[in-house]
């Protein structure tokens, strides 16, 4: 009689514990590479509109803002982008262009007059300023121009 009276309570206690300890993990998420422009549409001809169309666009998945603070973007090549004192809003996107402009909360510039992302294969790798590494990306030639991750 007690094991027919306990099972409903272990299971209770099992149900309660797996939601107690999901829950905080997908309250925390995370800065992700989201999508990726990696071939800008029209001829590759260096002007800066032609490389601004070339970006990587990343998400803050979690419930509060993120800071970016010394962060790095990079590909395989490890061209480097060094993120500033920014922050990244709770559930917002922001792109990185290639080329050159004005900063703003959901767009920032690398200031570079070439392309950095190739079209045939690379990997947008994010990371941390302690060199840990937060998300990725990858794509190869049976990808289109652009790439969701």
Known sequence: M??????????GAAVLTGTLLSTPAEAAGGVI????WFDSPG???RSNASLNAEWVQIKNTSRS???LKGWILKDTSNH?????NIKIGAG???KVHT??????ASNK??????????NTSDTATLTKSTGSKVDSCSWTTRDPSDKYC
């Open 43 to 45: 001829s590759d001809n």
């Open 99 to 104: 080329g050159k402009g004005s900063d703003t």
């Open 92 to 94: 917002k996107y922001m």
């Open 80 to 84: 480097k982008y060094v993120f500033k």
């Open 33 to 36: 590479v989201y999508h990726v």
């Open 109 to 118: 510039y690398q200031g570079r007059g070439a392309y950095v992302w190739n």
């Open 2 to 11: 007690r094991i027919r009276t306990a099972l409903p309570a272990l299971a």
């Open 65 to 67: 803002a993120i800071s």
